[in-house]
Structures are given as structure tokens and as C-alpha cells.
């Protein structure tokens, strides 16, 4: 209150009296440096003042000039208070610690916006699933084979999709905001202790046939997607999901299609053409069946890779399905968050790269993958914020 009077007094102190209304702020700069007598108190806001109206004018001017003086300062803190936010984010982009027990902070529309961003002119349209209408009515073209278009393939991929289901569920339809988790595959996880955190995402992404038997405290234990191929489908589904976790088939050839009929129709099955054995008895609802739109291998072969959509080399490049997991999430979800990404650099070239067993990277020397080229790809998502990381990178 004393600090109030004294500023009121020093400002009025330099209001020289012949101020006109119009130029009252322009005067009250020119200072009050000789003001003497009759002017001088007028200037202090004197009582005894023979114009009534002036000590009103100056008490206006004084609270304006308290306003301005309060409105800088506001604005000085808000400047203050975004830098250390943005500096905060920069310090956390390679790794975001999730404050145990509350939700994250959603904002609608982000990842679409980072989306945007990243991927520059790309369709927000793209169904997430392969749908039967776009194969049954009106074939839709597609610009290429598998495993970025479905050219070629459009007779098998009509009959499994008669059998599958495309919609996304209506649980998931309905969040306003969507928080998804991408869970990598990466050795990162153990002994983090993520769990709880990892099962409070709406959305929980994992891959191929990584387990959460065993490992619910370092990975949790909700699966909402879990992305495969017939090669890395686990043989006993029923132990690692949930009843309502969607297996999300990635299709990299013909006979991938093959094998999902052959499972879901109970028809003769074909071993020959794969890589590795996928499971020939495979216990699952048909209704947890979908097939992923390869618009995302395109995306994320295209835009995060730049890789070459024709490659005429035996051992064909290709996104890994964690990578190709989080395109899918940016189009899917409003908030991104990814753990257990990032391989063992090459100082640690015996450290295994999975959490759930000991496996090291000279397992992938045939895969086509270029996991440093992916590392480049995933830290700059993280730079420009457009998904966070919950384990280091
Ligand atoms: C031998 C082999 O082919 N291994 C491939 C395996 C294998 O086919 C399945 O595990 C079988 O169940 O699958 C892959 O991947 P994988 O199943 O190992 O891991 C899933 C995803 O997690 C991310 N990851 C994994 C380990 C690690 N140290 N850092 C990571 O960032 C990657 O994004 C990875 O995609 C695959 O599908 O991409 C890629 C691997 O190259
Ligand atoms: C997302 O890719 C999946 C996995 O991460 C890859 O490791 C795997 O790569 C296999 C590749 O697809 C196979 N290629 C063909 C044409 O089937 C390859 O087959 C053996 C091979 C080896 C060397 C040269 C030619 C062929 O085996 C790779 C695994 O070692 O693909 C997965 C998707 O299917």
C-alpha cells in the first residue's frame, strides 16, 4: 500500500499541470523538472487545486499508469515462463519422465499438426485399416505392390477382408483426445518400471511377438494394437493380449494374405514362401483381425526414410514395424509417446536388443533395415516434439 502512495506520488510528481487531455501522456514524459508554487502542487495532486476536475484526470492517469506498469509485467512473466517451458522440453526431448498418476496433458489435433509437419502435403483420409468396400464395389486402384500398395494382390486381399473387420473401435472412435504409447521392442525397457505408466495411455502399440507375461512392472500389460506380420505373430496370442487388443497384420507379400485366409477359413495351409515358420493353428477371434493400410509403409518409407519406392536389390530396405507403428500413431492419435526404442551403439555390440531375451543386432544383418538412418528419423521426431520418449535415446 506504501509502495502504491509512493509511486502515485512519483508520478504525479512529474504532471505538469498545462497538460492537455489529448497530450497528457507525451506531456507527463517531458518531466516536472522545475515546477515551482502554485504549478508544482497542482502537479502533486494538491487539494486547495481552483480546477476541481484535474486531481480526478491525475488519479485516471496514475491507475492507467499502474495497469500498463502491472500489464508489462504480466507479459514479462509470460514471456518468462514459455522460455523455461521450451527450454524444459528441450532438455526432456530425448527423454520424458510421465508424472506417476496423472494423465497426460492432451491436446487435440497435435500429432496431426506434427504429422503435417514431418510428412509435409499428405492425406489425413487414408483409412487406418484396409476396408472391403474399397476392394468389393469400385477396386481401388493402387500405385503399387506390397508392401507399400496393394497392386496385384486385390483378389486375396477381397477375400480376407470378407472375413476380417476394418472399423476402429468405437472405445477408441470416441476418446476426444487420444494418448497412445508405442511400445518398442528395445532392451530399454527392463528394469524401467514403466508399466503403470505405459497402461494409463488410451492407446497401448506394441510389436510383433514381444510378451507382457512376466514383464507387466517394466512394460505393463494393456495391448489396444498390436502390429504383426505372419513371421513375428506369437503362437499363443490368448496369453499376450487382451480380449479386445486388435491384431494389426502388416503385409509385406502375397502369401501374407495367404496365411490369414488360410488361419480365419481353416483352409489347407501353406508353408512354403515365408522366412520363418508363422504359426499354423492360431487362436483368435476373426473380430480382433485387421489389416493395415500400406499408405503407412509408403509414409514412413517415403517421407521419414526417403527410401526408394522400386529397389531392385535382393535384400529389399524397408521401415522397421516399430517406426512404421509410430507413422501409424501420428495419423491415429493426438498425443505420441514411444519407449523401448533405440539399438546398442556400436561399443555394445553384445548387449541383447530385446527386453524379453537375449538376442544382439547381428541378428539383423538381413532384415533391410537401417536402424541408424531410423535413429535420425526418431530424433528429430523428438526435436520437433512430435512424439516424447518415456526411455532414454
Ligand atoms: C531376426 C529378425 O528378422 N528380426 C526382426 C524382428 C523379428 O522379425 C520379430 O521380432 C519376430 O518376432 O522384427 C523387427 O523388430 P523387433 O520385433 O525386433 O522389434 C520391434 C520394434 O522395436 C523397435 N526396437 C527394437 C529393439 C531395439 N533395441 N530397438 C528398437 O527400436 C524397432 O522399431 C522394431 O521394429 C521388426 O519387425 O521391425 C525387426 C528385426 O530385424
Ligand atoms: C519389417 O520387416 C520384418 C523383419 O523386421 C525383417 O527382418 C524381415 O526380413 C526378412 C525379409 O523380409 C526376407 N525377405 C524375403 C524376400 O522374404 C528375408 O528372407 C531371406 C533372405 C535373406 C537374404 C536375401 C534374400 C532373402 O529374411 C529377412 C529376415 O532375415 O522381414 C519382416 C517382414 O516380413
Not at 177 to 201: F, P, T
Amino acid at each position: 500500500m506504501e509502495e502504491a502512495d509512493e509511486s502515485r506520488e512519483e508520478i504525479s510528481a512529474q504532471m505538469p499541470s498545462s497538460c492537455p487531455n489529448r497530450v497528457r501522456r507525451k506531456c507527463s514524459l517531458s518531466g516536472t523538472a522545475g515546477l515551482t508554487g502554485r504549478e508544482g502542487q497542482v502537479a502533486r495532486g494538491s487539494r486547495d487545486d481552483s480546477s476541481p476536475q484535474e486531481p480526478w484526470h491525475l488519479r485516471n492517469m496514475i491507475s492507467k499508469s499502474r495497469w500498463k506498469l502491472l500489464a508489462t509485467l504480466a507479459l514479462v512473466l509470460a514471456v518468462m515462463v514459455w522460455y523455461s517451458i521450451s527450454r524444459e522440453d528441450r532438455y526432456t526431448e530425448l527423454f520424458y519422465f510421465p508424472i506417476p498418476g496423472k494423465k497426460e496433458p492432451c491436446l487435440q489435433g497435435e500429432a496431426e499438426r506434427m504429422a503435417s509437419k514431418l510428412f509435409g502435403n499428405y492425406s489425413r483420409e487414408q483409412p487406418v485399416f484396409l476396408q472391403l468396400k474399397d476392394y468389393f464395389w469400385v477396386k481401388t486402384p493402387s500405385a503399387y505392390e506390397l508392401p507399400y500398395g496393394t497392386k496385384g494382390s486385390e483378389d486375396l486381399l477381397l477375400r480376407v477382408l470378407a472375413i476380417t473387420s476394418y472399423s476402429v473401435p468405437e472405445s477408441i472412435q470416441s476418446l476426444k483426445c487420444r494418448r497412445c504409447v508405442v511400445v518398442g521392442n528395445g532392451h530399454r525397457l527392463r528394469n524401467s518400471s514403466l508399466g503403470e505408466a505405459i497402461n494409463k495411455y488410451d492407446v497401448v502399440i506394441r510389436l510383433n511377438s514381444a510378451p507382457v507375461a512376466g514383464y507387466e512392472r517394466d512394460v505393463g500389460s494393456k495391448t489396444t494394437l498390436r502390429l504383426f506380420y505372419p513371421e513375428s505373430a506369437h503362437f499363443n496370442p490368448k496369453v499376450e493380449d487382451n480380449p479386445d487388443t486388435l491384431l494389426v497384420m502388416v503385409a509385406f507379400k502375397a502369401m501374407d494374405f495367404h496365411w490369414i485366409e488360410s488361419i480365419l477359413s481353416d483352409k489347407k495351409r501353406v508353408q512354403k514362401g515365408f522366412w520363418k515358420q508363422p504359426p499354423l493353428i492360431w487362436d483368435v477371434n476373426p473380430k480382433q483381425i485387421r489389416i493395415l493400410n500400406p499408405f503407412f509403409m509408403e509414409i514412413a518409407a517415403d517421407k521419414l526414410l526417403s527410401l526408394p519406392i522400386q529397389q531392385p536389390y535382393k535384400i529389399k530396405q524397408k521401415p522397421t514395424t516399430g517406426l512404421l507403428a509410430i507413422t501409424l500413431a501420428l495419423h491415429l492419435c493426438d498425443l505420441v509417446h514411444i519407449a523401448g526404442f533405440g539399438y546398442p551403439d556400436a561399443h555394445h555390440k553384445r548387449q541383447s536388443i530385446h527386453y524379453y531375451e537375449y538376442i544382439t543386432l547381428k541378428s539383423m544383418v538381413w532384415s533391410g533395415h537401417n536402424v541408424s538412418q531410423e535413429a535420425l528419423a526418431i530424433k528429430r521426431m523428438l526435436e520437433i516434439g512430435a512424439v516424447k520418449n518415456l526411455t532414454y535415446f
